[in-house]
């Protein structure tokens, strides 16, 4: 078994799998890293399972020491990761001789790093997942659902691999792209105005200050809902609520698993990945898809990781 110590932590640092699944009937929600493509391309590095558990840090301020040699693989966003106060760049396995400190200090290009380990990190699994929902207290390195802190240990048990990988550049993601997040559309689309319509795809949002993993407010021009009041319904991953005051909200992978509120629809899985690494105050713009479309753009994608 090999360990790694916490150093230092923010409540924005957790351990996170692909999610819980088949428990939204009983009140739980999801969870899991918000930028799916990261945490699996992590995980492909060192040839784990795309949804081993890996340690999701957010806006940096995370620090690990190792207590052994190691092989780990970092993706994602670059947050100015230093290996013993050398850069250390996304997208590569590397190697942590014990001793060495592994420190993420802020953002310089994204908003979320992935750290993988061989065979993922160890953790229990609370509903069939290892993924940290606070709010719920579900998950993380105890499965009381606490973000990681100073002082806690670590571990994985899987045997490293023998050979070190880096991500082809083709592979890696923009996080720059200004391409629009697309939208399928919702069941609700024909009960906004047709002013709003146009301005709901054809201007640019701004990502609030007000975000974290269970949703992020877009704030531009607000959208007239026309139809009657809702019943709460089923409230799928990257749902995109119109509240009364027009501004809507993309509901992530913590959100509520009911709502009330009308949609226009929800984001796409790589517009979601695409979201998750945008930082407070920028634009986005939103495009209409139809489900077919997203379909298949996510099939071609998966298929990347067991081409390679």
Not at 62 to 87: I, R
Request: proline residues 6%; neutral net charge; hydrophobic residues 45%.
């Amino acid at each position: 078994m090999s360990r790694l110590s916490i150093e230092a932590s923010t409540p924005l640092c957790l351990l996170q799998d692909a999610g819980r699944f088949g428990v939204r009937h009983l009140g739980v929600t999801q969870g899991g890293g918000l930028d799916w493509r990261s945490m699996s391309w992590a995980n492909w590095l060192l040839g784990n399972a795309l949804d081993a558990a890996v340690i999701e840090i957010t806006l940096g301020g995370f620090t690990v020491v190792a207590e052994g040699d190691c092989l780990l693989a970092l993706a994602g966003a670059d947050l100015g990761a230093q290996l013993d106060g050398q850069a250390l760049a996304p997208w590569r396995s590397f190697k942590l001789r014990k001793g060495q400190r592994l420190q993420f200090t802020q953002p310089l290009l994204g908003a979320r790093a992935y750290l993988a380990a061989p065979g993922g990190f160890d953790a229990p699994k609370v509903l069939g997942s290892s993924a940290t929902v606070v709010r719920e207290e579900l998950g993380g390195l105890d499965g009381m659902g606490r973000a990681l802190a100073k002082g806690a240990s670590l571990s994985y048990s899987a045997e490293a691999p023998l050979l070190m990988r880096e991500l082809p550049r083709e592979q890696i993601p923009d996080f720059k792209s200004d391409l629009p997040l697309d939208v399928v559309l919702g069941a609700q689309i024909g009960e906004f105005s047709g002013q709003s319509l146009f301005d709901a795809f054809n201007s640019a949002w701004t990502l609030d200050s007000r975000a974290d993993r269970m949703g992020i407010r877009l704030l531009g021009t607000a959208l007239q809902y026309q139809g009657k009041p809702m019943i709460s319904e089923g409230i799928p991953l990257g749902a995109v609520q119109v509240p009364p005051d027009g501004q809507p909200i993309v509901l992530l992978n913590d959100r509520q698993t009911i709502g009330g509120y009308p949609r226009l629809g929800a984001l796409t899985p790589l517009a979601l990945a695409r979201l998750a690494q945008c930082l407070p105050g920028a634009t986005v713009r939103l495009r209409p898809v139809v489900q077919d479309v997203a379909h298949r753009e996510q099939v071609e994608y998966l298929r990347r990781f067991s081409d390679r």
